[in-house]
């Protein structure tokens, strides 16, 4: 076996003197583009490392906050551009309510003179009162809906749990300018009445076919008013804390359905009358067999309705007893 080979010291003096000079260059060419470098990059960039990664951290969370904010306003304008068109489209809705207001109240002074002539009949004249007072009704509540809309900025809410908005219930003032509507009809109706019982007494009218659709009608109108006092009940009790807005929601679709049962009973007291009427007219030839039928599918469809009406009411109520 050899002997390990050792090198001379004329070859490791070589070694180390061209490895000396290669680090020494090296370090001279890192310095040069260092100071190349530090030439290049503006004073106002901070030199020593730390600083520097602060700064930018810094401009980082400053470019956060400047993003967030054009978006936030971006987003406020954009809602409060949509908050302007819905107020411009009530705006449009509440000038042709108006529209309709002007032209009712001409008819209405057109009726007036007509009656003041002999030209028209006092039933006239209070038709023409009655669509006066639905126009004024239309006309009321969308300006009340303006302004719900100009201090909340979205769509007028119509629910009995609603907020107060600004303070104000706009819900009750609603239902209140309702309301309004039926107490005129109810007043029309009882004139309407007295008018079909004077024919009726004078032998002028037929009792069963004029008045008791009146009766009926009348029956329903004293039930809608009936109805909008429940409702704004429930209101008052929600906005006192006395009821939760799940509750006070299930106990308002509760007195809508009970509304519809007995207005859809009493059209069908109607409904069963006018079918006897027919039936005995055509017993005798005066009505042909094809009227009997047209009113007796009335009935059953009438019939149908209340069950389903009085379906849904059970299961309102039964949701309410849980």
Do not use: C
């Not at 290669?22 to 260092?34: E, G, I, K, L, V």
């Amino acid at each position: 076996m050899s002997a390990p080979h050792e090198p001379r010291d004329e070859f490791i003096r070589a070694l180390e003197s061209r490895v000396g000079a290669a680090a020494r260059q090296r370090r001279s060419s890192n310095d040069a583009r260092d100071r190349a470098l530090s030439n290049d990059v503006p004073r106002w960039i901070p030199r020593s490392r730390p600083v520097l990664a602060l700064v930018l951290v810094g401009g980082v969370a400053l470019s956060m906050v400047a993003g967030g904010s054009v978006v936030a306003m971006a987003y406020q304008a954009r809602t409060d551009q949509a908050a302007q068109m819905l107020e411009a489209s009530y705006k449009q809705r509440a000038a042709l309510a108006g529209e309709q207001l002007a032209m009712a109240m001409k008819l209405l002074k057109g009726t007036q003179e007509r009656v003041a002539v002999g030209a028209a009949s006092t039933m006239e004249l209070v038709d023409a009162q009655l669509k006066v007072v639905n126009a004024n009704a239309e006309l009321k509540s969308l300006e009340l809906q303006i302004e719900e809309v100009r201090l909340s900025g979205h769509e007028p809410v119509t629910q009995v749990s609603a907020p107060l908005v600004s303070g104000r219930d706009f819900v009750s003032e609603r239902w209140r300018i309702e309301m309004a509507v039926p107490e005129a009809a109810l007043n029309t109706e009882q004139t309407r009445l007295a008018a079909a019982q004077r024919r009726f007494a004078a032998g002028m009218a037929d009792g069963t076919a004029e008045i008791d659709p009146i009766v009926a009608h009348l029956a329903e109108l004293r039930a809608t008013i009936e109805t909008y006092k429940r409702k704004l009940d429930i209101r008052q009790k929600f906005l006192n804390k006395g009821m939760d807005a799940g509750m006070a929601d299930l106990r308002v679709l509760e007195v809508d359905a009970d509304q519809r049962v007995g207005m859809l009973t009493s059209r069908i007291e109607v409904s069963r009358k006018e079918v006897d009427r027919v039936k005995a007219r055509v017993a005798v030839g005066a009505s042909p067999p094809l009227e009997l039928a047209g009113a007796e599918l009335q009935l059953h469809q009438i019939e149908f309705e209340l069950s389903k009406a009085q379906y849904d009411l059970a299961l309102i109520r039964k949701q309410i007893a849980k």
